[in-house]
């Protein structure tokens, strides 16, 4: 069992910053990609930004010089600095993830969501 808690969202004016961050705990043997997805009411869900091998970072257009994924300090932990925020960035932010555990090649894991409101 794989646990994915996020923390960091709250309410920014617009033009302001955040920081989230998930952490991801259980049974783990390796992290194959780890990111953020994000769904607004009314829309679908969609990527917001994922990170591949540690490496690889792919980012959805509309958030392209505005976030910035990265591996965190901490043991399986990801972060997502999210700048010059925009009211169309509220939403609900998930973590997933894909991850090998023993006995098992491929699961995928969800958090539970953070609120980000930008709003003045």
């Known amino acids: 069992q794989v646990h994915l808690v996020e923390s960091g969202g709250g309410l920014v004016q617009p033009g302001g910053s955040l920081r989230l961050s998930c952490a991801a705990s259980?049974?783990?043997?390796?992290?194959?990609?780890m990111g953020w997805y994000r769904q607004a009411p009314g829309k679908q869900r969609e990527l917001v930004a994922d990170?591949?091998?540690?490496?690889?970072?792919n980012y959805a257009d509309s958030v392209k010089g505005r976030f910035t994924i990265s591996i965190g300090s901490a043991k399986n932990t990801v972060c997502l600095q999210m700048n010059s925020l925009k009211p169309e960035d509220t939403a609900v932010y998930y973590c997933h993830a894909r991850i090998s555990s023993p006995g098992t090649t491929n699961s995928y894991w969800w958090g539970q969501g953070t609120q980000v409101t930008v709003s003045s």
């Open positions: 990170i591949s091998d540690g490496i690889i970072t």
């Open positions: 259980g049974s783990i043997s390796s992290i194959y990609t």
